[in-house]
């Protein structure tokens, strides 16, 4: 099986500008979750989302968006970006909505400038 | 709140010998998960072993075991017989099963091992 795919691989923005990651989870796995890595903060988690739904989020700014489309692809946008915003982000996909093991992404290394 | 604490931020081994990575975490619930996931250089995070926390025996994954002290809140990482590519941050990672926190992996701040030839 293929594992977690993430697009782009690496971003440059400017601030102000908006942007777009997409992540397709593993065949089969329908739950996504999003997480951010900075050296400072560590990794921190966005949002998760299960057949489309946001089930949970983090406490990240409402500049910070996502959603999931019926295949179970999750994109995540980022709105005004700001230098703080610079980080890896890191999909992660897994079976069910029960707890288990997340399998993660290569991740998208976002720039802002 | 649940919180993950990893106390040291780098460590290092020599090949072939025996490593002990510290994690404790505090949380209020009595069925979580625990994990260890190594992010290498390259940055892709793999999951190393996964312990179920009404589990009463310590999860093993061939050179890689925990030791899971449930009423001390500790879940240590051994590894044995260090290799070269196990040189990794290791990341001690929570997840509680019920509730609005479902699927949400809480990350200690991680260990940098360095595995020395």
């Known amino acids: 099986k293929a594992g977690v795919t993430q697009t782009p691989r690496y971003l440059i923005k400017t601030r102000g500008q908006q942007v777009t990651l997409s992540c397709s989870p593993i065949?089969?796995?329908?739950?996504v979750s999003w997480y951010q890595q900075t050296p400072g903060q560590g990794l921190q988690f966005l949002f998760e989302y299960f057949s489309e739904t946001q089930r949970n989020k983090g406490n990240f700014p409402g500049r910070f968006s996502g959603r999931q489309f019926s295949n179970s692809r999750s994109e995540m946008n980022v709105s005004t970006l700001e230098l703080g915003d610079s980080a890896l982000y890191l999909c992660?996909?897994?079976?069910?909505?029960?707890?288990?093991?997340?399998?993660f992404g290569p991740g998208t290394r976002l720039t802002v400038t | 709140a649940q919180t993950v604490t990893q106390s040291q931020p780098e460590m290092s081994v020599q090949e072939a010998e025996t490593v002990t990575l510290s994690c404790t975490y505090d949380?209020?619930?009595?069925?979580?998960?625990l994990f260890w996931y190594k992010q290498p250089p390259s940055r892709q995070m793999i999951l190393v072993i996964r312990?179920?926390?009404?589990?009463?025996q310590n999860a093993t994954e061939n050179r890689f075991s925990v030791n899971f002290q449930k009423a001390a809140k500790s879940f240590s990482l051994k590894i044995s017989d260090s290799q070269l590519g196990d040189t990794a941050m290791y990341f001690c990672a929570f997840m509680t099963e019920y509730g609005g926190s479902q699927g949400n992996l809480i990350f200690g701040k991680g260990t940098k091992l360095s595995v020395k030839p």
């Open positions: 992660a996909s897994r079976f069910s909505d029960r707890p288990g093991e997340q399998y």
């Open positions: 949380t209020s619930e009595s069925n979580y998960y």
């Open positions: 065949s089969g796995h329908r739950s």
């Open positions: 312990q179920e926390a009404y589990k009463q």
